[in-house]
């Protein structure tokens, strides 16, 4: 998935974030997007928006 500069499909891409990808969640937008930061892999450290539709594991 894309990991964006902001909360919507309208912002772009800092790159993908791949399936298995750890991450922090911090906080929740409207729009249906997390700001979050990335724990592992290729952005490990950087910040950015993901759609929740492919967040797994919150509520578990």
């Known amino acids: ?5 902001g909360p919507g499909t309208g912002y772009s891409s800092r790159g993908l974030v ?3 990808t750890t991450i922090y969640v ?5 729009e249906g997007f997390a700001y979050v930061q990335v ?5 490990d450290g950087e910040y950015g ?4 539709d492919y967040i797994t594991g919150l509520f578990d």
């Not at 911090?26 to 409207?30: A, R, V």
């Open 49 to 52: 928006w993901i759609a929740t």
């Open 26 to 30: 911090g906080c929740f937008s409207s």
């Open 39 to 43: 724990r592992s892999g290729a952005h």
């Open 18 to 20: 791949y399936n298995g």
């Open 1 to 5: 998935m894309n990991l964006r500069t």
